[in-house]
């Protein structure tokens, strides 16, 4: 009997790097939870970039394994290189038998026959700085194990997508000078310029840059290329300012092969509190339970530090260590008895690291998850020639609509404003004053919340059988989507002039939809909302800071700055600004150009900062200054619990660029209605 083959839709990547095997910072419970998610989410491949295995950690353990075998054997210096060449061989294999045992395979049902099951390739990119040449040799031996597992170029190669016809590069570090710098760009970036500078090949449609310890979601438009960079799957030793996420991405093309989405999930609020995930063991007395405690706040401690902490005799603490050392490990759901040990050269007591590398589990949330997603736009910019506004005005709600965002934010310079002469130079379409570019503002805004509205209200309401003004205020109440923005430096420039900057634009946004959804109503013969205009104004807000349903919170900012040329510096920035009102999400503006940004915190946990470009295709300006701009708006979707968040999807959407307004054109129409030659346009 014959089955049907599936038609894949789309494409996922799992994205996973430096787990780096042989290290202190090695966790089994990290990798088991990173496949874990690649198994859930179905990804059609995975990749591992970098750091398959911990370079120097390796190198030491493969010397001294050499040197213990070839201790006493008298041979010549050929016969001694012969037999170092056969027991280094003898202790990769040995590791790469060990990585193919520890590294889990994920099937799904195969496409071709959906009634078997197919395994998921992994593929290797390892990475001269990070493996080294052992890490190669581990990586080859690993293929010849696992039929699952490929390995691909050393330093990066090339990836063709199937079913949605894109071409991605992933990229590992090649040089250890790379790895230092305080912003998490910096070295990412340089990766991509040396490969960019180097290669004699076409440009693929993203880089993916591996081995960093950063995410980061770049699009193109700044820059000529666009790209992502991937946690580590590994607990932190080494100080590296640049290196702060653990934990792994998923990249997805969808069906349309339009606008990649790019997950990030996030360890490490799992791995910063491992410790807690260790019990005493039955039978337990007190003293015992007292003395794991002070070993899980401090990470160890001396027969010293004990007897401080605990006030008690020293013989009763040597007692309680003796009997310690003594019990059984074990290990179930979360809860974790790891065995202590004695380091004789510290005279410190640890919790056994070989148990908590290999055998210790997390304890992995579960739901219910809180769920927020948002769609943000800045620098409208309403009155310039330069806006796309049917980009805006056609594209924003679809995308509003096709991510069921909730949430949608302006992050400042909704209008165009008029200094700097800019009515003069023809920047401004027909003239338009402070007050009109404000009324303009506001029905744009206002005509993508209305659409929004109007194809989530007929929806709701179609399989409502009894229709009251209750169910209508709660359905108007559910549809509306929720809009919340702040001012930038274009807006606040009719300040100094005494006026209340954008007070016209939040008036005439309350009036316009109130209108709109008031006809929309008696359109579709449903009784009118008798609440409609405080509905309509409490989803109206100027605030720089607000709580997401989730409880997260959210800044707004429009800093009055220009951009930076190390990328990331300006959403770090952000971030650490607002750090001091506690926000876990930071939306920004104002630099014309688009980055996504996470950074985990001790005190806050996984943060984001999505920076945002401009609906605007460049300006006279820019133009003159050699700077490209990031048109387009963006989504973020946050998964979080208890006020921690566990992942962050992010997009940015643009339009095709298009040729601004031209005022001569609206002139000469003018003019040629009067039946008059038209002026001649030396643009054109």
């Not at 991405?249 to 260790?278: I, Q, W």
């Not at 769920?371 to 009155?383: W, Y």
């Not at 008696?522 to 509905?535: E, H, I, M, R």
Request: aromatic share 10%.
């Amino acid at each position: 009997m014959t089955t049907k083959a599936v038609v894949q839709k789309g494409a996922k990547i799992g994205l996973i790097s430096r787990i780096d095997y042989g290290s202190k910072g090695f966790r089994q419970s990290l990798l088991d939870m990173a496949f874990n998610i690649f198994r859930k989410e179905g990804t059609h491949f995975n990749i591992l970039g970098a750091g398959l295995i911990s370079q120097k950690d390796i190198t030491q353990e493969m010397k001294a394994y050499v040197k213990q075998e070839l201790n006493g054997h008298k041979k010549t210096g050929a016969e001694r290189f012969a037999a170092k060449q056969d027991l280094e061989d003898k202790f990769l294999i040995k590791i790469a038998q060990q990585l193919a045992k520890i590294i889990p395979i994920t099937t799904v049902p195969d496409p071709e026959n959906i009634n078997k099951e197919k395994k998921i390739d992994l593929f290797i990119i390892t990475s001269p700085a990070f493996d080294g040449v052992l890490g190669e040799r581990v990586a080859q031996f690993l293929s010849e194990i696992r039929d699952d597992i490929r390995v691909w170029n050393a330093g990066g190669d090339r990836f063709p997508v199937k079913f949605v016809n894109k071409l991605v590069w992933a990229l590992t570090p090649q040089k250890a000078v790379w790895m230092r710098g305080d912003y998490y760009s910096t070295a990412v970036e340089r990766v991509i310029k040396d490969k960019r500078k180097q290669t004699s090949q076409s440009s693929p449609d993203l880089f993916i840059v591996f081995g960093f310890g950063s995410s980061i979601h770049k699009p193109k438009g700044e820059l000529e290329y666009q790209y992502l960079s991937v946690p580590v799957c590994h607990r932190l030793e080494e100080t590296r300012v640049s290196e702060n996420q653990i934990g792994v991405g998923v990249l997805e093309f969808p069906p349309d092969a339009s606008e990649h989405l790019y997950r990030v999930y996030n360890f490490k609020d799992l791995v910063s509190k491992e410790l807690s995930f260790v019990v005493a063991p039955e039978h337990a007395t007190t003293i015992e339970k007292k003395i794991i405690d002070v070993i899980k706040s401090r990470g160890w401690a001396t027969r010293g530090i004990l007897q401080n902490d605990l006030r008690l005799p020293l013989e009763d603490i040597n007692e309680a260590l003796k009997s310690l050392t003594k019990k059984k490990t074990f290990r179930r759901k979360g809860e974790n008895w790891p065995g202590i040990y004695y380091q004789e050269a510290g005279k410190k007591h640890y919790f056994d690291l070989t148990y908590i590398q290999e055998k210790l589990k997390y304890a992995v949330p579960v739901g219910p998850w809180q769920e927020d997603r948002i769609v943000n736009f800045a620098c409208m910019h309403a009155g310039s020639v330069e806006t796309d506004y049917h980009f805006f005005v056609n594209r924003v709600p679809e995308i509003i609509l096709s991510s069921g965002a909730t949430t949608l934010i302006d992050a400042g310079d909704t209008k165009e404003g008029t200094r700097h002469n800019l009515m003069s130079k023809g920047e401004i379409i027909a003239g338009m004053n402070n007050t009109q570019q404000e009324k303009f503002a506001a029905h744009m805004v206002g005509m993508v919340i209305a659409k929004v509205f109007k194809e989530r209200f007929s929806v709701a309401v179609k399989d409502q059988e009894k229709i009251s003004d209750a169910l209508i205020a709660d359905l108007v109440n559910r549809c509306l989507i929720r809009f919340v923005y702040i001012l930038g430096n274009h807006d606040t420039w009719e300040a100094e002039d005494g006026h209340d900057p954008l007070e016209l634009f939040h008036i005439t946004l309350a009036k316009f939809l109130t209108k709109e959804i008031y006809n929309y109503l008696l359109s579709q013969k449903l009784p009118p909302c008798t609440s409609l205009d405080v509905l309509v104004e409490n989803k109206i807000e100027r605030k720089e800071y607000f709580s997401l349903p989730s409880g997260l919170k959210v800044s707004i900012q429009h800093p009055y700055m220009a951009r930076a040329k190390t990328t990331s510096l300006r959403p770090q920035e952000m971030l650490v600004f607002a750090k001091s009102s506690s926000c876990q999400i930071v939306i920004g503006a104002n630099f014309h150009v688009s980055e996504m940004v996470c950074e985990w915190d001790m005190d806050l946990g996984q943060r984001v900062c999505q920076q945002i470009g401009t609906i605007k295709h460049g300006s006279h300006f820019e133009r003159h200054k050699m700077k490209q701009v990031d048109q387009g708006i963006g989504f973020l979707r946050i998964i979080s619990k208890d006020g921690k968040v566990f992942m962050t999807e992010s997009a940015f959407y643009g339009g095709a660029k298009s040729q601004p307004v031209d005022n001569l054109d609206l002139v000469n129409s003018f003019i040629q209605s009067l039946g008059i030659v038209p002026i001649v346009n030396l643009k054109k």
